[in-house]
Nanobody, 117 residues
């Protein structure tokens, strides 16, 4: 079984920073994609938005709304992905979910990020 454990969420003022971490354990293929998605207040699971993804080869993709503010990185040896979030805005408030894609998609339990104005 694959498990994803996120950490690093919290409450921060606008303009502040947070760093999220997600550690994967279990049967992990060496070739995979890990990423962060967010679910804004009042939205359903099917409406989760892509924030950023990174392949095991290091290729990245970001949502336009976070480009220049967020940075995704990973440690393949630890099967861990990070999301450094700077210049946070109130509209970044959401539950952030880690996702691991191999043959299937695996999701973490989510971590709350709240940005106050």
């Amino acid at each position: 079984q694959v498990q994803l454990v996120e950490s690093g969420g919290g409450v921060v003022q606008a303009g502040g920073s947070l760093r999220l971490s997600c550690a994967a354990s279990g049967s992990i293929f060496s070739i995979n994609t890990m990423g962060w998605y967010r679910q804004r207040p009042g939205k359903q699971r099917e409406q989760r938005e892509l924030v950023a993804v990174i392949t095991s080869g290091g290729n990245t993709n970001y949502a336009d709304s976070v480009k220049g503010r967020f940075t995704i990185s990973r440690d393949n040896a630890k099967n861990t992905v990070y999301l450094q979030m700077n210049s946070l805005k109130p509209e970044d408030t959401a539950v952030y979910f880690c996702r691991l894609t191999m043959l299937n998609n695996y999701w973490g339990q989510g971590t709350q990020v709240t940005v106050s104005s």
